[in-house]
């Protein structure tokens, strides 16, 4: 499951960055913090007990690899122009 998770935050970053989206390390755990608080509180996932709690930090954690690989593809082309 965290293999393909992974594969699918990074097809989402590289389109991203194909688009000029770029993101900083504040906008990482902005969006991570925001992810969770979401499914959390606003999906009322607290409402599910454990089962809740363990969905709102796989969703924390996907954003978290979605937008670390956004910047990370910013980072090394960013060298590439230097």
């Known amino acids: 499951f965290q ?9 989402w970053a ?11 390390l504040f ?3 902005s ?3 925001s992810a969770f608080i979401k ?4 999906r009322a996932g607290f409402l599910d007990g454990k089962q ?3 969905l709102a930090v796989v969703n924390a954690q996907y954003t ?4 670390s690989a956004l910047w990370a593809l910013g ?7 230097i």
């Open 52 to 54: 809740g709690w363990i």
């Open 31 to 33: 969006h991570t913090l």
């Open 75 to 81: 980072q090394s082309s960013a060298k590439r122009c």
């Open 3 to 11: 293999r393909k998770q992974l594969a699918y935050a990074e097809a």
């Open 64 to 67: 978290f690899n979605k937008y």
């Open 39 to 42: 499914t959390l509180l606003l």
């Open 27 to 29: 906008s990482i755990f």
């Open 14 to 24: 590289q389109e991203r960055h194909q688009r000029g989206k770029r993101c900083g």
